[in-house]
């Protein structure tokens, strides 16, 4: 996998809890390259901010990994010391988090925090990396920058908020920038002005984008390559179009009918997908999905299904689909 | 179709005491909320409320249940009015409100069967056996009748939703306000709730008020849907045609924000302009001018009314037609 800024290796990694080891990621591979948009999708419980916080090397103190690898430009963040991963939180790997109130400190204006988040920038002054702060505010969009650096975190809008938070994460143009559902807390209009602010940042920056959320329609309306997760695994993989449009997972299919934005006119009844998650602390031994997936067979239940490659870009872990 | 519940000219304020009144003396002894909300709901209707934070949906919802006082216009419930403190505890009988948060609003301390029966026992009902009630209760919304012995804490989001619906339907209620029915809740699930009050509505002849931010859910489930905006009603409209055809400039941008699930509909440009301002500075004249892309001098300087443009459909803008908001003429500018 030469090439790729962020490529995570059959990752697994479990949390320990009262009772039992809770199986939160299993086997998870992805990769993205420069310039390239990603988006990982998946319900409650999926393992998706699992996975956010083990790419940043921010796993919790229960939390083990047990196997795998998450390589950020060739070095492998789970094995550094945590003073080398300090250095490459910043640099080389950025998060938008969900929530853009509790992402900077209630008591330091804006223009303070992204001056100090320059801190490994040992070259420029400190008149610089205000400047450099600045002319990232301006950058996403926020009119009045100057006013802006002023200001205290409380005295801005959501949407405003998750600007900075953007322009925070831009700051030291890190090779990957992760948003974890950089849109859920906003209203529609914001949300609309965040996704165009993604899209057009895409334009110029040279990096990866990971985008992580529930909304199917953010990943519609962002990403190149989908990686669609259920039970802390990986159950597909592709194109966002394929994805979309000829998905082969029977949870992909399922969860891309019951998003009711995806039914034109009105139904009587919307499609939902009955059952529940499984037990991780016990995960089945065939195929997590095969409770729900209305196409199960014995073989589904018994043994667990391959990862089948369908074309260059697509795959499917299932054991009903064919290339 | 008989208004079940009549809303003429609502308003609701708030004193502007404290530090708010005291840092921004212009803005007089009170902040309004909602300004002349004129609305009805049908029997047997469900009405959709669409709108950003802050501009006073949940405000409505709490006007209409009488949770909160309003400071002009007019109530009528079911052909009486309401006014009085003894109006509203005989509406709160006949209506119900299902909260934002479903497992906020059920008591962490109280089983199910408890919760389920308390608002029987406040309204003076004699419950024999609570156990079993509450059983029929859960078992009418498709859950277990042994969930009635567990606790709030035991239950998934979709549990502890479908346990507030049937909390909210122990009275028989004729009106259900639903606000954000399905905020939190994953996709998968949320058909679940939908399916469930669209049943419901057939099978009692509710009426319900969905208050909702999502706007594919509103689409789905609501037979006609009124748009506020800082606490004014932009656009009422059957809910087909007002997704057909959005008539006000706002409505317009806010359909066309929605997010597309499909790589195949991106659209090049998504955004609206600015922010919603905040009620404690109104813009002059039409609210929404400081973002619409069609405002004109007369917008700036004249509050436009809401007026019927067809037949059921209201919009408040000085330029709406059939063919919605005419294009700015270059030379005005």
Redesign the interface.
């Known amino acids: 996998m030469s090439g790729a800024l962020l490529s995570v290796e059959a990752l697994s990694l479990q949390f320990r809890s009262a009772k039992g080891a809770v199986r939160a990621l299993r086997e998870v591979s992805l990769r993205a390259d420069p310039g390239e948009v990603i988006g990982i999708v998946g319900?409650?419980g999926c393992g998706k901010s699992t996975l956010v916080t083990a790419l940043i090397g921010l796993i919790g103190a229960n939390a083990e990994v047990t196997s795998g690898a998450v390589r950020c430009k060739g070095a492998d963040i789970l094995s550094l010391t945590e003073a080398e991963r300090r250095r490459l939180r910043g640099q080389d790997i950025a998060v938008v988090f969900q929530d853009p109130m509790t992402a900077f400190n209630p008591v330091v204006t804006i223009g303070d925090q992204l001056t100090d988040f320059q801190h490994h920038r040992g070259t420029l002054s400190r008149s610089d990396k205000r400047r450099q702060a600045e002319a990232m505010l301006a950058r996403v969009g926020i009119a009045d920058a100057a006013v802006t650096m002023r200001r205290f975190p409380h005295e801005m809008?959501?949407?405003?908020r998750q600007r900075a938070a953007i322009a925070a994460a831009l700051l030291m143009t890190p090779a990957v920038l992760v948003a974890d559902e950089p849109t859920t807390a906003l209203?529609?209009?914001?949300?609309?002005?965040i996704?165009?602010l993604l899209r057009e940042l895409r334009q110029d920056y040279q990096g990866a984008i990971v985008i992580v959320t529930?909304?199917?329609?953010?990943?519609?309306?962002l990403c190149d390559r989908v990686y669609v997760m259920y039970a802390g695994q990986v159950v597909e993989e592709g194109l966002?179009?394929d994805i979309?449009?000829r998905p082969r997972h029977p949870y992909t299919a399922?969860?891309?009918a019951?998003?009711?934005?995806?039914?034109e006119?009105?139904?009587?009844?919307?499609?939902?997908?009955p059952g529940?998650l499984p037990d991780l602390t016990d995960p089945p031994a065939g195929c997590s999905f095969a409770d729900r997936c209305t196409i199960a067979t014995a073989r589904c239940r018994a043994a667990p299904p391959p990862y089948v490659r369908l074309s260059a870009t697509q795959a499917a872990l299932c054991h009903e689909v064919r290339p | 179709m008989t208004a079940l519940m009549q809303m003429t000219g609502l308003d609701v304020s708030l004193p502007a005491g404290g530090l708010v009144g005291s840092l921004l003396p212009s803005l007089g002894s009170r902040i309004d909320i909602l300004q002349d909300v004129t609305l009805s709901i049908g029997a047997g209707e469900t009405l959709g409320l669409v709108g950003?934070?802050g501009s006073g949906k949940t405000t409505l919802a709490k006007a209409l249940l009488g949770l909160q006082p309003i400071s002009g216009g007019s109530l009528v419930f079911d052909g009486a009015p309401l006014g009085s403190a003894q109006s509203f505890a005989r509406l709160r009988r006949a209506t119900a409100m299902m909260f934002q948060d479903p497992v906020a609003s059920l008591s962490p301390r109280m089983r199910i069967a408890s919760l389920l029966t308390e608002p029987l026992i406040i309204h003076g009902e004699r419950v024999e056996n609570p156990t079993r009630r509450a059983g029929e209760m859960l078992e009418s919304v498709g859950l277990p009748a042994a969930m009635a012995s567990r606790y709030p804490h035991e239950l998934?989001?979709g549990q502890a939703r479908r346990v507030c619906v049937a909390r909210a339907l122990a009275l028989n209620p004729s009106l259900v306000v639903a606000d954000e029915p399905t905020a939190g809740l994953?996709?998968?699930?949320?058909?679940?709730i939908?399916?469930l009050m669209?049943d419901l509505k057939t099978r009692l002849g509710l009426s319900f008020l969905v208050i909702s931010?999502n706007?594919?859910?509103i689409?789905?489930v609501t037979d006609r849907i009124a748009i506020l905006y800082l606490g004014r009603l932009i656009e009422v409209g059957p809910?087909?045609a007002v997704f057909a055809r959005p008539l006000h400039p706002y409505t317009q941008?806010?359909i066309?924000?929605?997010?597309?699930?499909?790589?195949?509909?991106?659209r090049a440009?998504?955004?609206?302009k600015g922010?919603?301002p905040s009620v404690l500075r109104r813009p002059q004249g039409c609210e929404f001018h400081t973002r619409c892309p069609f405002a004109q001098d007369r917008c700036r300087k004249e509050r436009p009314g809401l007026e019927e443009i067809e037949t059921n459909r209201l919009v408040r803008c000085h330029f709406a037609g059939p063919d919605g908001p005419k294009k700015k003429p270059s030379k005005e500018d």
């Open positions: 319900e409650s809008s959501g949407g405003m209203d529609v209009t914001m949300e609309a002005q996704i165009h529930h909304h199917l329609g953010v990943i519609g309306e966002v179009d979309y449009h399922a969860l891309i019951c998003d009711p934005a995806h039914i006119g009105q139904a009587a009844s919307l499609p939902t997908i529940r | 950003e934070s998934s989001g994953d996709v998968s699930v949320q058909g679940e939908l399916n669209a931010h706007l594919s859910v689409r789905h809910t087909r941008n806010l066309a924000s929605e997010p597309q699930p499909d790589p195949r509909k991106r440009d998504l955004a609206i922010e919603i």
